[in-house]
């Protein structure tokens, strides 16, 4: 069989949110981000361990709806609200938490009100504050929270850092002072509203600027957050494993070609193993100097090079000097190299190489600690 696997660690991400929350007041709520599928970790696998979090982030109504098919209760916040006054509609039916961004879904929400008591009666109201991605502007957002504010809507004053991965980057500052502003102006007539500002960079470099609530995301999974820092420096652990095995041995000769376009080629007889993983299965085709974890027949793994171009089922590496046998584990991301150096080859980041992985791969949960079936 293909043992092509995406192996997800649940310890490893109920970890990492300790590791998150050791940045965090205790008053602080943590929004565990799961959209994009748990960034391709998958929300079956993710959710159980991500118990000790206040509530679950998602993109879209349909990422919503599977979490709660999977029986979940904590609060569900979508963070880019609803796209149409039927979604409204929709997410009062579940109780859903919604940004608003847009006067669209401002009306929507003015028109149609859910219980005092509801989970859904909190707005996560998004200010650009420099970002030009989501957001009201300067006098839109002072405006839409008055309305909201009268028509009985909890608010959480919530915006989103352009650069906080780079602690210097003067964009921050600018960012920080807006959101501080605003949030003071809006508590002049809506004293109880709320604020969440940081992604798992701005919990690591604004550790001032945690407000009510964090959205946690690509820390959780275990990639690196922060320009200046890996994520194993930071303590986190990576939740996924991407391996497969050696499927094909050959000893080339001087001159012989690796692969498509020949873009490899032997200077003198060399060993190489073909590894059952490509591009089909979200491996990046383009890699520089990309490295992959090999265990050779005595169980000692080596760090060996990708050799020519990756095809769309296999890709081949340099084993020269090494003993290797057909069937040999192979790791391409994980522990050893992690996804961030696999990113960095690829003119990539951690988030991507996670989020593109396809069907194909056979997926495995593993769990020392964990109680899978702890869900409340
Ligand atoms: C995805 C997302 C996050 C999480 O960001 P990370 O960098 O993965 O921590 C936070 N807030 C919003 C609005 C997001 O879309």
């Known amino acids: 069989m293909r043992n092509t696997t995406i192996t997800i660690d649940q310890d490893a991400l109920a970890h990492n949110l300790q590791v998150i929350k050791q940045h965090l007041k205790p008053t602080t709520k943590v929004l565990a981000m799961v959209k994009a599928d748990a960034y391709g970790h998958g929300i079956q696998a993710a959710l159980p361990a991500l118990m000790a ?16 098919t999977l029986g979940h209760q904590k609060p569900i916040v979508l963070i880019e609200g609803v796209f149409s006054q039927a979604e409204w509609q929709t997410a009062l039916a579940h109780d859903f938490g919604c940004v608003i961004h847009q006067i669209e879904q401002l009306n929507w929400a003015l028109s149609l009100t859910p219980d005092d008591d509801a989970f859904g009666r909190t707005i996560w109201l998004k200010y650009n504050t420099g970002m030009s991605r989501l957001g009201f502007g300067d006098d839109a957002i002072i405006e839409a929270a008055r309305q909201l504010n009268d028509a009985g809507y909890q608010l959480i004053l919530t915006s989103h850092f352009a650069c906080a991965d780079e602690q210097s980057h003067p964009m921050n500052a600018r960012q920080i002072l807006k959101f501080n502003q605003m949030l003071n102006a809006i508590r002049q007539f809506a004293p109880q509203t709320l604020a969440s500002l940081c992604n798992s960079a701005g919990i690591i470099n604004f550790a001032d600027q945690q407000h009510d609530w964090v959205r946690a995301g690509i820390a959780l999974y275990g990639s690196k957050p922060v320009a200046d820092q890996s994520a194993h420096e930071l303590g986190l652990k990576p939740a996924m494993t991407l391996s497969s095995q050696v499927m094909a041995l050959h000893t080339l000769a001087d001159q012989d070609c690796v692969g498509y376009s020949a873009l ?8 190489i193993a073909v590894v059952a993983i490509g591009y089909g299965d979200g491996y990046p085709r383009v890699v520089s100097s990309g490295k992959v974890s090999i265990t050779d027949a005595h169980g000692k793994v080596h760090q060996r090079e990708i050799i020519g171009r990756v095809a769309m089922d296999m890709l081949m590496i340099d084993v020269d000097g090494l003993e290797i046998n057909i069937g040999a584990p192979v790791v391409l991301w994980g522990a050893s190299p992690s996804i961030d150096e696999v990113a960095s080859c690829a003119g990539t980041i951690g988030y991507e190489l996670m989020c593109r992985l396809t069907q194909r791969p056979k997926r495995r949960i593993v769990s020392i600690n964990q109680p899978t079936s702890s869900q409340n």
């Open 53 to 68: 979090a206040d509530g679950f982030g998602v993109a879209c109504m349909s990422e919503a709806l599977a979490i709660k």
């Open 264 to 271: 490899w080629m032997a200077t003198k007889a060399h060993q």
